[in-house]
């Protein structure tokens, strides 16, 4: 089992449609769950963090935390074409005993004109 | 406030030589991170630094490779006697420290090495 598993996809998704995106991860006792956008050729570009169980909302991205089921997800509310991207998972496991992140290999969003 | 920076962006090597790669984290931030991203695939956690110390190095391959960071200066990713399977993006990251979120990290553009 993948410490950090995401589905490949790509996702496939109409214009102003909500963009659903979801990360499992094997070590029940991480804390910290983080969601990049990276677009082709780019660099990973930090959407949110989130720490809590429950829903976190910044803008058009709400991000939910259910530790209970070890997994995190990603809600993209009225995707643009302009969101098409790789989305990764990134989750800071405790038994690490330092800041370093475990990678899904991402999920790639298409959101279709 | 300037973001994380690397150089260069695109290195291009032959086989057999050294490939240095260099990171300047955020101002104000101690913490640097090695990640390698090979095509399709995810990031891979390479090594983790703070000034002047290796705090962790469990991702970084045993031969070739060596990372630093000085008191002063950049963070210096090293690779000796490349092969063309270290042909990847490797990418820079930093978080702060004395902040409430000390493990939140900002990546940097990438270097893109080429081994020919």
């Known amino acids: 089992q993948k410490e950090v598993e995401q589905n490949s996809g790509p996702l496939s998704v109409p214009e102003g449609a909500i963009a659903s995106l979801n990360c499992t991860y094997s070590d029940r006792g991480s804390q910290s769950f983080f969601w990049y956008r990276q677009y082709s050729g780019k660099s990973p570009e930090l959407i949110m963090s989130i720490y809590s169980n429950g829903d976190k909302e910044d803008g058009r991205f709400t991000a939910q935390l259910n530790k209970a089921s070890q997994y995190v997800s990603l809600l993209i509310r009225d995707s643009q074409p302009s969101d098409s991207a790789t989305y990764l998972c990134?989750?800071?496991?405790?038994?690490?005993?330092?800041?370093?992140?475990?990678f899904g290999t991402g999920t790639r969003l298409k959101v279709l004109a | 406030n300037a973001g994380v920076m690397q150089n260069p962006r695109h290195l291009v090597r032959r086989r057999g030589q050294e490939a240095r790669l260099r990171c300047s984290p955020m101002?104000?931030?101690?913490?640097v991170y090695w990640y390698r991203q090979l095509p399709e695939e995810g990031l891979k956690f390479m090594v983790y630094l703070q000034k002047e110390n290796i705090i962790d190095e469990s991702g970084m391959p045993k031969e070739r490779f060596s990372a630093e960071f000085p008191k002063e200066g950049p963070s210096i990713l090293r690779i000796q006697q490349v092969v063309r399977g270290d042909s990847a993006a490797y990418f820079c990251?930093?978080?702060?420290?004395?902040?409430?979120?000390?493990?939140?990290?900002?990546f940097g553009p990438g270097t893109r090495l080429t081994v020919l």
């Open positions: 990134a989750v800071r496991p405790t038994s690490s005993g330092t800041y370093k992140y475990i």
């Open positions: 101002k104000g931030h101690s913490h």
């Open positions: 990251a930093s978080s702060p420290t004395g902040t409430s979120a000390p493990d939140t990290q900002y």
